[in-house]
């Protein structure tokens, strides 16, 4: 009976943890405009309320999550949901802009730690015969994370008194629920690597070359940008180097020299997100500001693509154990590819249904890509690289987040500058939309072939 209360209880955490973290970026992306027009935001520091956050939350999900191995993972998920319970009410409470992205930062600390550690909780406390079923369900609660944030939080934003940051306050008494749960119901702890040594420096170094890379990316049209960028790069290599001849590396470096199965499909995950991660932000903006609707309706277009993708990958969860997950996923990467290319063709006077249009496009795309791409990626270790994997997947969809926002802010730096986005710079920032759709459909079609690389080389290596 307890094991079958702890299921529950986790099943129950984990769900409510996976629906927060898509709506909670989603719902922030329909609610911009209001943030900028409350603190006279620029578009370019705009930006940052969600970059900073997806920052974060990429340079420290693997390092949290050995943390969680070898201290306990209920520990590093309850400690994490408390630092996002207490950064969520600063958020809620933010009087400047450096006040807010300064506790998304905090935010995302938080979140990094509880992300990290929901699929290894889940994997902890399931029944192997059970888990495929407990997974199913904590996805699709993520989907409808995802399906919901823009609706509600185009509502809340619109009709309620506190505007965006009730939001905030929000996923604040959902982040309290969790911890009362947790407390009340949760007993049992999982510590499968208790005694094992905790690679500090070369969690460090994770931390600071994906930081600084990223951070340059992000103003790489700047001179602190050209600079770090290849910082960056030297210092990954580094961290490459230094986990080569780690005892207990943080992350083991072999599951990507030994297995071109991983590595492609990890690389077809980050560009799919890299791809997809911006559309919301770009369409909250072009249909608030240039088309002139209000937040609730915007939130009710932007709905289409997950819910199109809650369905599409429903549908392909029945078939594709009949068909090459791989075969499938370049599927869903060909559709997503299609429908940027569609919004890449927008202007001032776009119809609202091409906007509609693509978003369905893109929502076929990732619901048929998703599902199985996890499946590759999940099955291409061994099952003491289980955890691993999860991590790396999931930090993967964080630096795809992270590289499509960067994108935006490069190219809202090139076009607009320290111009807020007012009628006179309503060409510039179209022109800044449709080269960003443009390049991420060409990235999209990239991310085909690296997902039938994976296959080609699995199959080269059944064939030696």
């Known amino acids: 009976m307890k094991k079958n ?27 911009l405009p209001a943030i900028a027009k409350e603190f006279s935001m620029p578009a370019v520091l705009l930006g940052w309320v969600t970059t900073s956050y997806t920052l974060v939350s990429a340079v420290l999900q693997i390092p949290m999550g050995r943390l969680a191995d070898i201290l306990g993972r209920k520990k590093i998920f309850t400690t994490g949901l408390i630092i996002q319970l207490i950064a969520t009410f600063l958020c809620g409470i933010a009087s400047s802009p450096a006040w807010l992205i300064g506790a998304r ?45 823009p609706f509600v939080g185009g509502v809340m934003t619109q009709h309620l008194p506190l505007s965006w940051r009730s939001i905030f306050f929000l996923n604040l008494v959902l982040c309290l629920l969790l911890v009362v749960l947790i407390f009340w119901k949760l007993k049992d702890e999982w510590v499968d690597a208790k005694g094992e040594k905790y690679d500090t420096i070369g969690a460090i170094a994770y931390s600071l070359s994906l930081g600084v890379l990223m951070y340059g990316f992000s103003n790489v049209v700047s001179t602190i940008g050209k600079i770090l960028i290849p910082l960056g790069v030297l210092s990954i290599s580094g961290f490459i180097w230094l986990e080569t001849r780690a005892k207990s590396p943080v992350l083991n470096i072999n599951l990507f020299r030994r297995n071109p199965t991983f590595l492609f499909s990890n690389l077809a995950t980050m560009i799919n997100y890299g791809s997809t991660g911006a559309i919301s932000f770009f369409l909250s903006i072009y249909l608030q500001t ?15 693509q997950p819910v199109i993708m809650v369905i599409t990958a429903f549908i392909s969860s029945r078939f594709t154990g009949r068909f090459d997950p791989r075969r499938v996923a370049a599927i869903g990467m060909a559709f997503t590819c299609v429908g940027l290319a569609l919004l890449a063709l927008l202007n001032q006077a776009s119809p609202i249904i091409s906007v509609i249009g693509g978003l369905i496009m893109v929502g076929i795309g990732f619901g048929l890509f998703i599902s199985p791409n996890t499946e590759v990626v999940m099955s291409s270790v061994e099952k003491r690289y289980l955890g691993v994997a999860s991590g790396v997947i999931g930090t993967m969809r964080s630096l795809g987040g992270m590289v499509a926002m960067g994108s935006a802010i490069i190219l809202f730096s090139i076009y607009l500058g320290s111009a807020q986005i007012v009628p006179q710079y309503f060409p510039a920032f179209i022109a800044s939309l449709r080269v960003a759709f443009i390049v991420f459909s060409i990235l999209c079609f990239v991310g085909i072939f690296a997902q039938l690389a994976g296959s080609e080389a699995k199959a080269a290596i059944k064939a030696e």
């Open 5 to 31: 209360t702890s299921y529950a209880i986790v099943l129950i955490v984990t769900s409510i943890i996976g629906f927060i973290y898509p709506f909670m970026v989603s719902s922030i992306n329909v609610a």
């Open 105 to 149: 930062v905090v935010q995302a600390i938080g979140a990094s730690m509880t992300f990290s550690t929901t699929m290894a909780l889940l994997s902890s406390a399931v029944a192997p015969q059970h888990r495929g079923k407990a997974i199913g369900t904590y996805m699709s609660i993520v989907y409808v994370g995802m399906s919901v944030g």
């Open 290 to 304: 240039i088309k002139g609707i209000s937040p609730q309706i915007a939130g009710l277009i932007l709905i289409t």
